[in-house]
């Protein structure tokens, strides 16, 4: 268990003080993926660092497993790290070394010996899918292939925490998933709490369970990510959730049109031809107007904006059937017509 306690972290700049965090308090499970988001600016690197000591914050506690990494003398918190490993989007790997040294290099600095950190680190390449890349160098990789190897080198030591600061950032969307994908598996097989820094919606989607928002150096909002998905409620969780905004939508349709917003709150209703079956079963032709939904672990989160022609009957009807499915809410709207 992680445990994040009125955490607050100050710089001091050429221009007075600047408040990074703000009395952050956090609780992460074991074995949990535990995403924390927010633009650029919002503390979340900062919070990452003073979860390993990286940065020392000005005041609060972090506890890992009931120890106060605060309270531990250097000799003491080099030791913790051997339990908090970390990777970066810059994979900071050493270029003049092989895959392979890189991955021996932190088992050889804690005494291990040579021929014993040669078959841990063969087997790291095998856990992270490179065994063929042993005598490559990092500039012969990619950088989805260099990813790899820092993660295999952060699982020299066994750890129970693996954080991840902006790690699938300066890749492209597939080399995204298959990394995200390989922190899934860990996570799974190696029961490895995995500590998720990111700006991007779609990775907190793709592999965490719970996540903590950050804005402006405090947590606004925290909880499963199912339940911040549905029902985001503060600015900053509105603006991750649906950037592209819910209020204001302009569409194109006639005035005499009815207009029914569709709130899917974790509905199992993805891949569910509910449009078609309104129409064959109700004789009701439905249109979407608008649509911002995603799904997630199964679930359909997000909104729909339907317009139908006829009367009030006729909406009462929809709104009745679409709401038979659990998770789903609907609602005549007013909206602006172009």
Do not use: W
Request: glycine share 8%.
């Amino acid at each position: 268990m992680i445990e994040i306690k009125n955490l607050t972290k100050i710089f001091n700049t050429a221009d007075g003080e600047l408040q990074a965090l703000k009395d952050v308090s956090l609780s992460i499970p074991d074995g949990d993926i535990f995403g924390i988001i927010g633009m650029s600016g919002a503390g979340k690197s900062t919070l990452v660092r003073c979860m390993n000591m990286l940065e020392r914050p000005t005041s609060g506690t972090v506890e890992v497993d009931g120890v106060n990494l605060g309270a531990l003398s250097q000799k003491e918190l080099r030791e913790q790290r051997h339990d908090i490993t970390m990777i970066f989007q810059a994979f900071n790997l050493l270029m003049q070394r092989n895959c392979l040294k890189n991955i021996m290099f932190p088992l050889e600095l804690s005494g291990m010996p040579r021929a014993q950190a040669k078959q841990k680190a063969m087997e790291l390449l095998e856990i992270v899918g490179l065994p063929d890349k042993a005598k490559a160098y990092p500039a012969q990789l990619s950088g989805g292939q260099q990813q790899r190897i820092a993660i295999a080198r952060a699982l020299t030591t066994n750890p129970k925490v693996l954080l991840c600061d902006e790690a699938t950032s300066a890749l492209d969307p597939n080399t995204t998933n298959s990394i995200l994908e390989l922190i899934r598996d860990i996570n799974k097989r190696l029961g490895i709490t995995v500590v998720v820094i990111t700006h991007q919606m779609s990775v907190v989607e793709s592999i965490c369970k719970h996540v903590a928002i950050l804005d402006g150096g405090e947590v606004v909002e925290q909880g499963s990510v199912e339940e911040v998905f549905a029902h985001p409620k503060s600015q900053a969780a509105k603006n991750l959730v649906f950037p592209e905004g819910e209020e204001g939508t302009f569409v194109v349709g006639n005035q005499d049109e009815h207009f029914i917003r569709v709130v899917y709150n974790g509905a199992y209703a993805a891949g569910k031809p509910m449009i078609a079956r309104l129409a064959l079963e109700k004789g009701i032709e439905a249109n979407i107007s608008y649509a911002s939904t995603k799904g997630i672990s199964g679930k359909a989160f997000g909104t729909i904006l339907l317009s139908i022609s006829g009367d009030e009957n006729a909406v009462k009807e929809t709104i009745d059937y679409l709401t038979q499915e659990p998770g789903i809410e609907a609602e005549e709207v007013e909206v602006n017509v172009q």
